[in-house]
């Protein structure tokens, strides 16, 4: 039934979603014909009318001898909905709250390696992850305008702000043919950002990042497609490779 299908969407159960049902179709009701309607057994059906009742979703009226049961008005179930949002965002900075913490732990044994997929919209999840590292740097080698492309240039400079703020220096080989379409990418000391331009002839259409122990490789916009590497080993060599490219690079 859609009706029931709806309901259990918003975090009712099977039996919550029957009983709240029924009390909409009886309207005001006892007990006897609410078991009758639902199916449920009687002791069953009373806990679960308690639990519409603590929701605000129906109303137990209390006579001399016995109660009736009957259903608010459905825009309660709005509230609800609101509510669990609540309950959910609360939750999810608790967790933010606790990434630092967690990432400490989550490094701190030894581990094995891993290589995680990311598409589309998902890049920006790598990006994320680089700022909630603890660590002091990120090293990457690419073309500046296809780093903004893939994760759109609003989300990039926002990000920009908050690994400064969160005191991760970058340190970036450049390809000088791509500045002339991002010119506000310049190195600026506020920003704790350091650049230096790869010899003419050198390419890199995606784009390497070097963060703790990952190396990411992110396409272009055209392909909108990332790899994260997790290897203490891996992201040592890569290390060592970027700052010998480093060597050879132009400061201007």
């Not at 129906?58 to 459905?74: C, D, G, K, N, W």
């Not at 700022?131 to 305008?145: A, K, M, R, S």
């Amino acid at each position: 039934m859609q009706l029931e299908t709806t309901l259990k969407n918003i975090g009712l159960n099977d039996k919550e979603a029957t009983a709240y049902l029924a009390c909409l179709a009886l309207g005001e009701s006892s007990i006897v014909p609410l078991v009758q309607k639902t199916g449920i057994i009687r002791t069953t059906l009373l806990y679960v009318l308690e639990r519409l009742a603590e929701r605000g979703l129906i109303e137990i009226v209390q006579h001399a001898t016995h109660r009736r049961y009957a259903a608010l008005s459905p825009r309660g179930l709005v509230s609800l909905i609101k509510k669990e949002e609540n309950r959910l965002k609360e939750q999810a900075a608790n967790v933010e709250a606790a990434l630092p913490e967690l990432n400490r732990m989550y490094h701190a044994d030894s581990f094995q390696p891993r290589v995680r997929v990311f598409k589309d919209e998902e890049l920006r999840e790598v990006y994320n992850e680089m700022i909630e590292e603890p660590i002091p740097d990120v090293c990457y080698v690419g073309d500046t305008t296809n780093i903004a492309d893939s994760v759109g240039d609003r989300f990039m400079r926002d990000w920009i702000k908050r690994r400064a703020a969160k005191g991760i220096l970058s340190n970036a080989i450049r390809i000088r043919s791509g500045e002339q379409n991002a010119p506000e990418y310049i190195a600026r000391e506020e920003l704790l950002r350091t650049i230096r331009y790869a010899p003419e002839g050198f390419e890199s259409p995606a784009v390497i990042y070097i963060y703790g122990d990952n190396v990411a490789i992110l396409t272009t916009a055209k392909e909108s497609f990332g790899v994260v590497t997790t290897s203490k080993d891996y992201a040592k060599s890569m290390r060592s490779w970027f700052w010998a490219l480093w060597e050879t690079c132009e400061e201007k």
